[in-house]
Structure formats: structure tokens, C-alpha cells
């Protein structure tokens, strides 16, 4: 945990939180101002509509697609400023540095999700039956906790693919699997394809949860051996 603050200052997480919150904002606001003009009197059944198309472009490509590109960043800069090498031979525990950049990963996660659950509330607050926290809240916080195996998985592949357009190209890769298997009757059995799912519906929360907490461990464990040998490699 302590590595958490010397990573927030050098990765700049205050000026890149302001970033992703003003890009975030913008795409929410692009597509309510699209599908509002589609239809300027929208009902309940298209505002309803509107949020579902929100969740797609935001949980299956966008969000994806920050994670990816914060990991490349993150990673790239910790190589080309000689970050791997001081950490390599300075005693410090390599686990906590990765445990560190996921962690901040994960939160520019949170700040992405900002925009789409005030977006969300808007939407759905005429057209849900039950309080917004059980429509809106619950649904969005369930599937942000189920984007951590995707923040894990995609960080330990930035580090041993060690260059941009190999971790973009499997960055792109994961992204586009994700949504054709989201749209197949595998979709319960891809943790990555979570996210979405939960945020249409309730069905086994908490087993989908435990089961991408799970998977992350793993993903983590796995990551930390194999991502020390990499980083031995080239330093």
C-alpha cells in the first residue's frame, strides 16, 4: 500500500482523473444529445433504450479501451525512465509496485463510471419500477467491481508484450472477443463479459463477483512470477 502514493505522482493520476473524467462526460453527453434529437420527446421505452446503448459503448469499448490505454502508459513510461531497473535492484517488492498501478487503474476506473451512472439515473429514473439504487447504483457498482480482472489481465500483458502496438493489438483483441462472446450464451462464462452483464441485470451477483475477485487473484498471482522474469529479461 505505501507504493500507491509515489506511483499517483509519478503517473500524474490528478491531472489524468481530470482527463478521463472530461472525456467520459463528453461521450455520455454526445450520445444523450444524439439519441435526444433522434426523438425530442423521448418516452420512457426510448430513454430506456438510451441507457442500454450507454452501457454498451461505454462497458464494452470505452471503458476497454481506457484500461488499455492507461496500461500501456503506465507501463511504458515505468520502462523508459528506468523504473523497472531501480525496482529490480533496490530491494523494493515488485508486488507491491504492480499491486500499486492496478490499484490506480481500477480507481481511473471508478472516475470513468462517474459520468455514465448520472447519465444512467437520468434515463432510467421515470422508467424503472423500483428506487433508482436498485436500477442504476447497485447494477453499475457491481459491474465496476467486475472490471478488475480486466485492469489485472490487461496490465501483466502490457508488461510482457513491452511495446505499443503489440499491447494494442491484444488490448483491441480482448475488446473485440469480449463483445462477440457478451452477445453468445458463453457470456456466463467469460469474467470479462461481467461488467455488462451485471449492469443489465441482477442474476448471481454476488457468485460473478466473487468469481472475478477470484479470477484477479489468480490473474495477480500469476502475473507477479511471470512479470519478474520478463522484467529480469530486459533490464
Known amino acids: 500500500m505505501k507504493m500507491i502514493y509515489p506511483e499517483l505522482i509519478k503517473n500524474r493520476f490528478i491531472s489524468l482523473s481530470i482527463m478521463l473524467m472530461i472525456t467520459a462526460s463528453a461521450a455520455v453527453s454526445g450520445i444523450a444529445i444524439g439519441c435526444s434529437k433522434l426523438e425530442k420527446n423521448m418516452d420512457k421505452v426510448e430513454k430506456g433504450l438510451t441507457y442500454v446503448t450507454l452501457c454498451q459503448i461505454f462497458l464494452l469499448f470505452l471503458v476497454p479501451m481506457g484500461i488499455m490505454l492507461l496500461n500501456m502508459l503506465f507501463t511504458s513510461r515505468e520502462e523508459s525512465c528506468g523504473g523497472w531497473r531501480i525496482v529490480m535492484t533496490s530491494g523494493i517488492s515488485s508486488g507491491s509496485v504492480h499491486f500499486a498501478k492496478i490499484i490506480l487503474i481500477f480507481a481511473a476506473v471508478l472516475i470513468m463510471f462517474i459520468p455514465l451512472t448520472i447519465g444512467g ?6 422508467l424503472a419500477p423500483g428506487p433508482v439504487t436498485e436500477t442504476v447504483l447497485l447494477p453499475l457498482a457491481s459491474a465496476y467491481i467486475c472490471f478488475l480482472p ?20 491484444s488490448g483491441l483483441l480482448f475488446i473485440i472477443s469480449t463483445i462477440f462472446i457478451s452477445s453468445s450464451d458463453m457470456e456466463k462464462y467469460d469474467p470479462l463479459c461481467y461488467p455488462y452483464i451485471l449492469s443489465m441485470n441482477n ?22 512470477l511471470i512479470a519478474r522474469k520478463r522484467i529480469a529479461a530486459y533490464i
Do not use: Q
Not at 439515473?121 to 421515470?126: A, L, M, N, P, S
Not at 442474476?203 to 507477479?224: F, K
Open 203 to 224: 442474476d448471481n451477483v454476488l457468485y460473478r463477483i466473487a468469481a472475478a475477485i477470484g479470477v484477479s487473484v489468480l490473474l495477480y498471482a500469476a502475473g507477479t
Open 150 to 169: 480486466m485492469c489485472v489481465l490487461m496490465y501483466f500483458t502490457a508488461i510482457l508484450l513491452n511495446g505499443t502496438l503489440p499491447v494494442i493489438f
Open 121 to 126: 439515473i437520468y434515463f432510467i429514473r421515470d
